[in-house]
T-cell receptor
Framework: GAGVSQSPRYKVAKRGQDVALRCDPI?????LFWYQQALGQGPEFLTY????????KSGLPSDRFFAERPEGSVSTLKIQRTQQEDSAVYLC???????????????FGQGTRLTVV | SQKIEQNSEALNIQEGKTATLTCNYT??????LQWYRQDPGRGPVFLLL?????KEKRKERLKVTFDTTLKQSLFHITASQPADSATYLC?????????FGQGTELSVKP
C-alpha cells in the first residue's frame, strides 16, 4: 500500500487479556517506530527498529509490552495481561532511513485505539 | 532531565492572521527538528524539517526557525485559514528516534 497501515483500528480488551497490534510499514522503509498517545498528549516513544533489529526499547512501560519485526517489514506490538492504564492510541511510524544524524521524516499510520475494560 | 515543551494552552486566532507556535527543549542536542500536524483520529503528518545548521526554513505559508543556543524552534503559519485548525507537534531526534512535545492545538476562526 501507499502508506503505513495499522490493524485493528479499534480494539476493546477485557482486563487481563492479551492483545496484538499490527503495523505494515511503507515498503522499503528501514526504520519502524511504535508510540503510545494518551488523549491530549503528544506521542510517547515506545520502541524502535532498524530493519529487524530492535535498537531501542527504552520506552516500553513494562515487561508486559513486547514488540517484534522478524523479517524487517511487518511489526507486531503485543501487550500481555492488559490493564486499564494501557488504554491509549498506539501509533506506528516508518521512515526510509535510520540513524542518529540521518535527516528523514516519519510516516504515521492512523493508529489503533485500545480500550481496556 | 530531558524535556520538550510546547505552548500548553490552545491558540485561538482570526483567519488571515499569523499563528506562532513555540517549541522549547532542554538537555537535548538534536541534529534536526521536525514539525507535524495531527487532526483528530489521525496519525501525525510531517510538515517541515530543519537541521541544526539552518536558521530558518520555509514552505508555502509555513516558516520554521531553529535556535540551538536558545534551544527553541518557532513555527509560523501566515495568512491562516480555518483549514489550518489542528494540533501541531514538534519532534526532535535523539539516538535515531523522534521525541515529541505534547502539541499545541490551533483554532483559526473565520
Amino acid at each position: 500500500g501507499a502508506g503505513v497501515s495499522q490493524s485493528p483500528r479499534y480494539k476493546v480488551a477485557k482486563r487481563g487479556q492479551d492483545v496484538a497490534l499490527r503495523c505494515d510499514p511503507i515498503s522499503g522503509h528501514v526504520s519502524l517506530f511504535w508510540y503510545q498517545q494518551a488523549l491530549g498528549q503528544g506521542p510517547e516513544f515506545l520502541t524502535y527498529f532498524q530493519n529487524e533489529a530492535q535498537l531501542d526499547k527504552s520506552g516500553l512501560p513494562s515487561d508486559r509490552f513486547f514488540a517484534e519485526r522478524p523479517e524487517g517489514s511487518v511489526s507486531t506490538l503485543k501487550i500481555q495481561r492488559t490493564q486499564q492504564e494501557d488504554s491509549a492510541v498506539y501509533l506506528c511510524a516508518s521512515s526510509l532511513r535510520g540513524g542518529d544524524r540521518v535527516y528523514t521524516e516519519a510516516f504515521f499510520g492512523q493508529g489503533t485505539r485500545l480500550t481496556v475494560v | 532531565s530531558q524535556k520538550i515543551e510546547q505552548n500548553s494552552e490552545a491558540l485561538n486566532i482570526q483567519e488571515g492572521k499569523t499563528a506562532t507556535l513555540t517549541c522549547n527543549y532542554t538537555n537535548y542536542s538534536p541534529a534536526y527538528l521536525q514539525w507535524y500536524r495531527q487532526d483528530p483520529g489521525r496519525g501525525p503528518v510531517f510538515l517541515l524539517l530543519i537541521r541544526e545548521n539552518e536558521k530558518e526554513k520555509r514552505k508555502e505559508r509555513l516558516k520554521v526557525t531553529f535556535d540551538t543556543t536558545l534551544k527553541q524552534s518557532l513555527f509560523h503559519i501566515t495568512a491562516s485559514q480555518p483549514a489550518d485548525s489542528a494540533t501541531y507537534l514538534c519532534a526532535l531526534n535523539q539516538g535515531g528516534k523522534l521525541i515529541f512535545g505534547q502539541g499545541t492545538e490551533l483554532s483559526v476562526k473565520p
